[in-house]
């Protein structure tokens, strides 16, 4: 209320001049705030016509995480990015949602509640005849998995499963070369020190390679909804095939600042 006042004010009672004074100063607020870390937020989804997105939207503190506007915004950024044909975040916030666009929408929510809110990512799939589907645990952890055949109900059930044991890969044949490389020649370094001849050495290698391949990939995995079967038995079991998945976790990779209370006293 005061800031309208004061608007009014500057504007000399003009008041299409003292909305855009309004949207001026919401603008400078959020470029302030822009440094600030914004490591909580929420994972938001949303599915259409087979395909799937999911969007990280950032805050900086769980409080405002659960605040009713903020998770209203991540609902309407996630359905305009299901929309899109790429996954560009510039491309997603110059959407239009109603009269204005996310990025205006987003400015004016940093200018209300006065903490830094950033559309971190997106991750799409699904479309061209694949299975999606996707799991949000605790609004934190977002999984998407596409699959040739089987259900949606299944694909969720596997993205359950990707959100609780986070394994790296998917099947073998999307492990890196440059990864078994490399865990081959630890393996085979850790296997001469034992003084066997090269022959079992490497018969060694071998089968400590491919518990390892087992251990990192979904589908070889024990599925955790039923602890006698992997994944990919689960999968064959209702008629499907894995082709892949993606997960995030909001504030992965962000450096979160240590307050040290007792150094400020």
């Known amino acids: 209320m005061m800031d309208c006042k004061k608007a009014l004010l500057e504007c000399n009672g003009d008041q299409e001049a003292a909305i855009e004074y309004l949207r001026a100063k919401g603008l400078a607020k959020a470029d302030k705030k822009a440094s600030r870390v914004a490591a909580e937020g929420k994972i938001a989804v ?6 799937a997105v999911m969007v990280e939207v950032n805050c900086e503190t769980d409080f405002v995480g659960k605040d009713a506007s903020f998770l ?13 044909n790429d996954e560009s975040i510039e491309t997603l ?11 205006e929408a987003r400015q004016a929510m940093v200018a209300k509640i006065g903490e830094n809110i950033q559309v971190r990512r997106m991750a799409s799939g699904g479309g061209d005849g694949k299975t999606v589907g996707c799991y949000v645990h605790m609004n934190r952890i977002g999984v998407l998995v596409e699959l040739e055949g089987g259900s949606e109900s299944v694909a ?12 790296p890969y998917a099947t073998a044949d999307q492990v890196p070369a440059e990864v078994l490389a490399k865990e081959k020649e630890i393996l085979s370094t850790q296997a001469l020190e034992s003084g066997k001849p090269a022959s079992i050495v490497e018969k060694m290698v071998e089968g400590r390679i491919r518990k390892y391949l087992e251990e990192i990939c979904l589908v070889s995995q024990n599925f955790v909804k039923n602890g006698d079967i992997t994944v990919g038995k689960y999968l064959e079991q209702n008629g499907a095939k ?13 450096e979160k600042k240590q307050d040290d209370f007792a150094a400020e006293v």
Do not use: W
């Open 156 to 167: 969720v059930d596997v993205a359950m499963h990707v959100a609780a044991m986070n394994p």
């Open 242 to 254: 894995m082709v892949g998945f993606k997960r995030i976790a909001v504030g992965e990779g962000i």
């Open 72 to 84: 209203e915004y991540c609902d309407k950024v996630a359905s305009a990015a299901v929309k899109m």
């Open 46 to 51: 949303s599915m259409d016509g087979g395909k």
């Open 93 to 103: 916030m110059s959407q239009k949602v109603g009269e204005e666009t996310l990025e």
